[in-house]
T-cell receptor, first 114, second 115 residues
Framework: ETGVTQSPTHLIKTRGQQVTLRCSSQSGHNTVSWYQQALGQGPQFIFQYYREEENGRGNFPPRFSGLQFPNYSSELNVNALELDDSALYLC?????????????FGPGTRLTVT | AQTVTQSQPEMSVQEAETVTLSCTYDTSESDYYLFWYKQPPSRQMILVIRQEAYKQQNATENRFSVNFQKAAKSFSLKISDSQLGDAAMYFCAYKGRSTGNQFYFGTGTSLTVIP
C-alpha cells in the first residue's frame, strides 16, 4: 500500500510569486485535505477536496486554491505569496466512508517566502 | 469555533516511565471525535489513538491510552513504558460530526524521553 507523498520537499519563493504544491493520495483514498502548519503551531485546515470539488474550507483567503484530479491526487496553489505564508504544508488523504477519522498525512512541503 | 488547548508546550519523561499529556477542548456539539497525533522530527504526522465522544470507554492502543472526560471537555494521553522512539511533538485534534470536514488541532506538546 503506497502512502501519502508530497512534492517538493522544500521550496523557496519570493514575496508576490505563485507556488504549486502537489500531493498523491494513499492508495484507495478519494478525499484530500490540506493544512498549513506554521512554526511552533498546530496544523490549520485550509480546505478539503472530494470528487474533484472543494468540500469544506477553513479561514484562508481565496488566493489559496486547489485542485483534485481523477486519480485523487491534488494540488495546492498559493498566489501573491506573503511572508506569513512561510510554513509546512501538509496533505492528508482519507476514504469517504471513513473520512471521520482515518486521515493519513504526507511528510509535508516546507515553503519559505523571502 | 471549536478550540483545542494543549497547556504543556514541553514535557519530559524517563525511559520506561509513564507520562500524561493534557488536552482540553471547547465545543457545543454532543457528537464528535478526538485524536492524538504524533509528529516525529521527520515531520510525518501519525495517528496514535482516537476516541468517539459517544463511547464512554476510554480508548487504548498498546502503551497509549486516553482519559476522556466529556463533561470536563478533557482528553489526556497517557504513554506507559516510555521509549526513546516516543520522542516527538504530540497534537490533540478535534473533529465534530456536524461541523463539516475540518479538524481542529492544538498547538502541540513536545515530548522528550530521557535515557
Amino acid at each position: 500500500e503506497t502512502g501519502v507523498t508530497q512534492s517538493p520537499t522544500h521550496l523557496i519563493k519570493t514575496r508576490g510569486q505563485q507556488v504549486t504544491l502537489r500531493c498523491s493520495s494513499q492508495s484507495g483514498h478519494n478525499t484530500v485535505s490540506w493544512y498549513q502548519q506554521a512554526l511552533g503551531q498546530g496544523p490549520q485546515f485550509i480546505f478539503q477536496y472530494y470528487r474533484e470539488e472543494e468540500n469544506g474550507r477553513g479561514n484562508f483567503p481565496p488566493r489559496f486554491s486547489g485542485l483534485q484530479f481523477p486519480n485523487y491526487s491534488s494540488e495546492l496553489n498559493v498566489n501573491a505569496l506573503e511572508l506569513d505564508d512561510s510554513a509546512l504544508y501538509l496533505c492528508a488523504s482519507s476514504r469517504t466512508d471513513r473520512a471521520m477519522y482515518e486521515q493519513y498525512f504526507g511528510p509535508g512541503t516546507r515553503l519559505t517566502v523571502t | 469555533a471549536q478550540t483545542v488547548t494543549q497547556s504543556q508546550p514541553e514535557m519530559s519523561v524517563q525511559e520506561a516511565e509513564t507520562v500524561t499529556l493534557s488536552c482540553t477542548y471547547d465545543t457545543s456539539e454532543s457528537d464528535y471525535y478526538l485524536f492524538w497525533y504524533k509528529q516525529p522530527p521527520s515531520r510525518q504526522m501519525i495517528l496514535v489513538i482516537r476516541q468517539e465522544a459517544y463511547k464512554q470507554q476510554n480508548a487504548t492502543e498498546n502503551r497509549f491510552s486516553v482519559n476522556f472526560q466529556k463533561a470536563a471537555k478533557s482528553f489526556s494521553l497517557k504513554i506507559s513504558d516510555s521509549q526513546l522512539g516516543d520522542a516527538a511533538m504530540y497534537f490533540c485534534a478535534y473533529k465534530g460530526r456536524s461541523t463539516g470536514n475540518q479538524f481542529y488541532f492544538g498547538t502541540g506538546t513536545s515530548l522528550t524521553v530521557i535515557p
